[in-house]
């Protein structure tokens, strides 16, 4: 489940993550991002659900408490945020896969074994 | 009505519970036997067992069988190095464990020896406390927040619950000691601003918490009722006790120089060391006002009587490094918030140790003198009072959560939005850690990421789970493994198996892995593996725990009946001694005698029957 299932399925396929997700338009200052991703959050914490609501929606607002949470990593950085302007797409984010902690490159090792020293 | 969630700071050397009362409409610590704070110390005699003050105030007669500083043990396993370095030094003998190489604590207990878990120990300080609650509500106690250091893992908040359980605690949740203290911090500042009619707009805040044995810093962003937790760090093992060793180990120089055949003794004597130690924490806290205290014990050991004076300067020269490492973790956690010097609007200090001056002065400078230190929350009992404020937020759940506490702007809830505080993920070929959840990552969350297989016609993966920062599995903390089988059959590297971690608002974390073709599915609750309590090990305790229960309550109601007879024979003396009648004379001597020389091991029935004889005789009545 990539970034772009977790949304839709919460919000539907697609969806855009300024005004469906966050509630906000597309040229939204860092400060009305914040105050809009606190909002949803009053509303889709499981600590703020009511204790009424059914198993379906609980798991309905679980899904878009973490749609929230990821629209609001994404646009509260500066590089990420621009680069879903340009694309419209949200892309995997392996990016710790690309270069490790250790600043090696796994794929580097990846070919390294599959052509091994001669 | 709502049923209460108390909250309580577990703390390594003292614990506080506080919690909202419905009377006042006020979150409030609560005062125990042993004070506002209670020494997490328990105490084992023939008799039964003390909790607290009675117990660190005992100790000196009683030092193999007093237990304190377990939380530094807590969740550890008996071969962790942190155990065996703890084991070293405490008076009380910790073994390992038969079933699963955990740490039991050997105490003689009502003379029987008992070997008990680090979590038997905290549920005792635990159920203290939660009776100290259920005293001052006038109801029964379920339920609990129950903090634990920012930098605690898996096992050590499992084991922290667990304690909760045994001490008969539903334990709601578990949250971070800095985290709790924004909280209390956060509504402190609100009203503050509603009082001044001055608005609020984001702040970020770092709380800086150095107790009695743990450190943990964290940056929190607070914004209409939103408390976002941005980074946390710490040190699980950096606190006020560390900079007591370090003056033992200059003051045991001090002996060898002087006497060698004295030094050896001191070495070798448990209560020797433990009343030192005393003498050694009252002297840091008088230097925290003045510039130099001595260190004094009458007869420490034989006829030898230790003095020394310490002043300040020297105290900051031994503690250097232990100073430093706190400033150095500020600043990595600042990095890790993406947080500037700039951006800070509040440093908020908490634990009894932020009270040395020095550290102070280093935090103040780091900040280029720029913003005061806040000093206005109680170091003490913050920690206990955000718990509480948690406590109150879930139970009254759902929509408008915690808005009473918010005091006149009641149109805003109260929400806690807290990270991991370690990153998650799994081991790949060549041990290298393939981390899933980052640290500092908001929490509840979900990742998935897609890994594959290193050999052809490989059909099963073992998935391993481990958190922490290395890029070497060994060098983080394994939490636990499963297999997927039914993988595809491919070749090496052909096959998707998606591998999922959802980690709850309560961090615990469930794992699963599917492959994308077969559909085979595989998951696993993520629990610490070894030494983990299984549910017959909690019943068992939580029996043993209720079995005793009975006679340490009858216990007390011995002691407290003792002492209200001394002070019944007491007033009846000055009666006496004015009408002076020689039979109540003899009585008075023959009642006095036999309380200070038989009552000890007498039982209740039989100090009643002494009460009586006082009734009867001048008509005042004992309880």
Redesign the interface.
Known sequence: ??SA??VSEAYGEGACLYETVLGVSRDASA?EL??AY??K??TY????????LSNDDKELA?KK??AI?LAYAILSDDEKRKEYDESGELYGD?D??AT???GEN?WT?YFNNLFPKV | MTEPIIGIDLGTTYSCVACYDTKTQKVEVIESPSGRTMPSWVSFTPEGKLVGMAAKSQVASNPLNTVYDVKRIIGRSFNDPVTAEEAKSFPFRVVEGSAHGEPKIIVDWRGETKELRPEEISAMVLAELKLAAERHLGQPVKSAVITVPAHFNNQQRQATKDAGRIAGLDVKRIINEPTAAALSYGLHAKKENEANGTTQGKTNVVIFDLGGGTFDVSVLAMDSGVFEVKATGGDTHLGGEDFDNAIMDWCMEHIKTKDASVYKQVKESARAQSRLRRAVENCKRVLSSSMSAEIEVDSLVGNFDFVVTLDRSKFEELNANLFKRCIDTVKEVMSDAACKIEDVSDIVLVGGSTRIPCLQTALYDMFNGRIELCKSVHPDEAVAHGAAVQGHILATGGSGGGRDLAGAEAMTDLLLLDVTPLSLGIELEGKQMSTLIKRNTPIPCKKTRTYTTVDDWQTEIDVVVYEGERAHVDANNKLGSFVISGVQRARAGEPKVDVTFALDANGILNVSARDQVTNAEARAQIKAEKGRLTAEDIDKMIADAEQYRAKDDELNEKIDYKSALEEALFTVQSKVSETNKPNEVKELADLMDWLELDSESASLEEMKKRGRVIEDTWGFIVA
């Open positions: 489940m990539s299932t977790i400060s914040r105050k606190y909002k959050c009053l914490h499981p600590d703020k659900l009511s204790t009424e679980k408490f973490q949470s392996d710790d896969f490790s902690k250790d796994p090792e």
